[in-house]
């Protein structure tokens, strides 16, 4: 079964220093690779994606995602933490077949210390 | 250029009411999907639609209805509410299985 996991619930790092969000994902295909931010009571804004290609993409606000197939994850990064990435982070994977569905892991809170 | 557009965002609800939660969406796209996120589960979906007429069934379709009789349109419906659905529910469309999908506001529902 198709599944994504975001191993770390919460993630307190400090303003400035890099940071490095884990998702691993469970698919039989070649995957599609989506990361999305959420502030608080806000929808959800794509940082970036993964289709095929490059396996380093880069997204918007700095952010860029690593797409490696013999690990089976997708890690975001970001050189330098800033306060308002202070957010919710979500990994997921397009799921099987044309529906445009997609499958979500659990969801990683940043937070950003001064 | 609306986006997705859901309404409304607030909703309380008492205990076997029904209620429709609208979605609509201006970037005629063929994907369209509903998902609703719990502290801790990330969102899981509910019901999708491939296009006008054809809906189907995802991971938590139970006591939810949805239809697509059009291609900006795509409700959905609480047939009879219980506290387990209280929630925050989110409507998504997608041109197709490999572009982003994009997301509404949400509707925060509570069901007493």
């Known amino acids: 079964a198709q599944s994504v996991t975001q191993p770390d619930i919460h993630i307190t790092v400090s303003e400035g220093a890099s940071l490095e969000l884990r998702c691993n994902y469970s698919?039989?295909?070649?995957?599609?690779l989506f990361w999305y931010v959420q502030s608080p009571g806000q929808g959800l804004q794509l940082l970036l994606k993964?289709?095929?290609?490059?396996?380093l993409v880069q997204g918007i606000k700095g952010f860029e995602a690593e797409f490696k197939r013999s690990q089976s994850s997708f890690n975001l990064r970001k050189p330098s933490v800033h306060w308002s990435d202070a957010a919710e982070y979500f990994c997921?994977?397009?799921?099987?077949?044309?529906?445009?569905?997609?499958?979500f892991g659990q969801g990683t809170t940043l937070q950003v210390k001064p | 250029n609306a986006g997705v557009t859901q309404t409304p965002k607030f909703q309380v609800l008492k205990t076997g009411q029904s209620m429709t939660l609208q979605c609509a969406q201006d970037?005629?796209?063929?994907?369209m999907s509903w998902y609703r996120q719990d502290p801790g589960m990330g969102l899981r979906l509910i019901h999708y639609?491939?296009?006008?007429?054809?809906?189907d069934q995802g991971e938590v379709p139970n006591g939810y209805n949805v239809s697509r009789s059009t291609t900006e349109d795509f409700p959905l419906r609480l047939l009879s509410a219980a506290p387990s659905q209280t929630s925050v529910y989110f409507c998504?469309?997608?041109?197709?299985?490999?572009?982003?999908?994009?997301f509404g506001q949400g509707t925060r529902l509570t069901v007493v």
């Open positions: 997921a994977v397009g799921g099987s077949g044309n529906t445009g569905k997609l499958i």
């Open positions: 698919y039989g295909a070649t995957p599609y």
């Open positions: 993964y289709f095929s290609g490059d396996t």
């Open positions: 970037m005629n796209h063929e994907y």
């Open positions: 639609s491939v296009g006008a007429g054809i809906t």
């Open positions: 998504a469309s997608n041109q197709n299985r490999g572009t982003e999908a994009f």
